[in-house]
């Protein structure tokens, strides 16, 4: 008789976290992670590149997005100034299906508009000031 009880609470136990389990799924799906792409309008080895990428992380971190945790950034670098390379680079990022696409210059900027109107694209421009003007 003992058993038969056990087996009982058992069963309700399962049928409980059954029943609780979709809740959580959903709870998960709740907190994905969002995707950024970032289309740099200059190549990865250019000395400015480190600085940027580091600036871009630490004011989403400011504002509550962690790489790796609430946000994935990918990046495409255009490396030759080749016109197709951009457009390459460009479409790479918007088959990703990001949520957001950020483009770091103008020719990054138009390039990605000429792919895609329904994502939205951050326009960041930079601009490099030489120490002896401000002197």
Known sequence: MAS???RRKFLATLGGAAAVWPLAARAQQAESIRRLGVLMGIP????????FVAALR???QQRGWTEGQNIQ???RWWTTGNPDEL???A???VDL???VLVAHTLNP???LKNEIRTIPIVFCVTATVLQRAAA
Do not use: M, N
Request: proline share 7%; no cysteine; aromatic share 4%.
């Open 87 to 89: 457009r390459a680079a």
């Open 73 to 75: 950034i990918d990046y």
């Open 91 to 93: 479409k790479e990022l």
């Open 44 to 51: 990865e080895t250019d000395l400015s590149s480190p600085a």
């Open 109 to 111: 900027g138009k390039a």
């Open 58 to 60: 630490r004011g989403l």
């Open 4 to 6: 038969h009880i056990e």
């Open 97 to 99: 299906h990001p949520d």
